[in-house]
């Protein structure tokens, strides 16, 4: 177990922020020993985990991570995660939840987690306001751009 730990903790230190490394370096910064380093590394090129420069020697991400990345979206489904969510929060904070998202300069209510109180939020799943009624509207207008936002404003107090 101890291998399996030192090899994770060297595929731990690649990011988007450093994505690419030498031997001396990621010893350095995992504090295993550079053998170690690269016999973990080795074997992660050779599964394709990794791939090595040429030219620098160095490490960097290799397509095998793309390819589990592909089945982990294939089986995300991001509806259940929200409505778990949802549910949690609905939950410890008594209140009804919902997940509201921009469409077409509306708040579209995507997916609601009722409170187990007797006063209940009346919103559904799929149903839609102005930007400018509500705060699941209001919080989302809070965080368009500025020329946008007075647009809506102006729109949604301007006299029919």
């Given at each position: 177990m101890k291998s399996l730990r030192n090899a994770l903790r060297i595929l731990d230190a690649f990011s988007l922020e450093r994505p690419v490394w030498g031997v001396r370096e990621l010893s350095q910064y995992s504090g295993l020993s550079p053998s170690v380093v690269q016999r973990?590394?080795?074997?992660?090129?050779?599964?394709?985990?990794?791939?090595?420069?040429?030219?620098?020697?160095?490490?960097?991400?290799?397509?095998?991570?793309?390819?589990?990345?592909?089945?982990?979206?294939?089986?995300?489904?991001?509806?259940?995660?929200?409505?778990?969510?949802?549910?949690?929060?609905?939950?410890?904070?008594?209140?009804?939840?919902?997940?509201?998202?921009?469409?077409?300069e509306q708040a579209l209510c995507v997916q609601v987690a009722e409170s187990a109180r007797d006063v209940i939020i009346a919103i559904r799943s799929g149903e839609r306001t102005p930007l400018s009624l509500g705060s699941r509207g209001k919080v989302i207008l809070a965080f368009l751009p500025q020329a946008q936002r007075e647009r809506l404003i102006q729109q949604s107090t301007a006299p029919a």
């Open positions: 973990a590394l080795a074997a992660f090129r050779d599964g394709g985990f990794l791939q090595q420069c040429p030219q620098s020697k160095r490490y960097e991400p290799g397509a095998r991570f793309w390819e589990y990345g592909q089945i982990f979206r294939s089986r995300l489904r991001l509806d259940d995660i929200i409505a778990r969510e949802l549910r949690a929060l609905a939950d410890i904070s008594g209140e009804t939840a919902w997940f509201t998202v921009l469409d077409n």
